[in-house]
């Protein structure tokens, strides 16, 4: 629904180049759905969508075709996500598992409020059997360990932004 071009010439310019595709459409039939990852789309999603499901789309799409930067920055801080490493103005900074993932998760999410129980959910499982406290006892040590305070927002009565 392009001027001059639909989507499916535009896949066929881009698939000889590597370039991973999302089709973004109101057409929600299912014969529409499967031309287009028939045809060569990575993900198809249709309109009305959340920003959110978009962002973790476009990860998913990219970490299959190899192209995912495995390093995070955010200020002075560098996280190597393959090697599970965080750098603080160069210096190494030891964090436990989960406040690694929960940091990854923040900066990949950079900007957007984060609710704890999708924290909780995404990081600890749906299965964790603790409550949401789990989630502001990490921010916190996040915001001491590497100086984010400020920076991890609390978005009151709903959750976590980190800002940059």
Request: net charge positive; proline share 3%; glycine share 8%.
């Amino acid at each position: 629904m392009m001027p001059h071009l639909d989507g499916y010439d535009l896949l066929a310019y881009l698939r000889p180049t590597g370039t991973p595709c999302i089709f973004i459409t109101a057409k929600d039939a299912v014969a529409e759905r499967v031309r287009g990852l028939n045809s060569g789309a990575d993900d198809y999603i249709v309109k009305p969508f959340s920003v959110l499901e978009l962002l973790v789309r476009i990860e998913k799409v990219l970490d299959r075709a190899g192209k995912l930067n495995k390093v995070l920055r955010c200020r002075d801080i560098t996280i190597d996500t393959e090697k599970r490493t965080v750098t603080k103005s160069g210096e190494a900074v030891a964090l436990q598992p989960l406040e690694f993932d929960l940091l990854v998760k923040l900066i990949k999410f950079k900007n957007c409020t984060m609710s704890r129980e999708r924290l909780l959910s995404e990081i600890w499982g749906v299965d964790f059997a603790g409550g949401t406290r789990t989630v502001d006892t990490h921010v916190a040590s996040l915001r001491k360990k590497l100086g984010l305070e400020g920076v991890i927002v609390t978005v009151t009565r709903i959750g976590y932004r980190l800002e940059d």
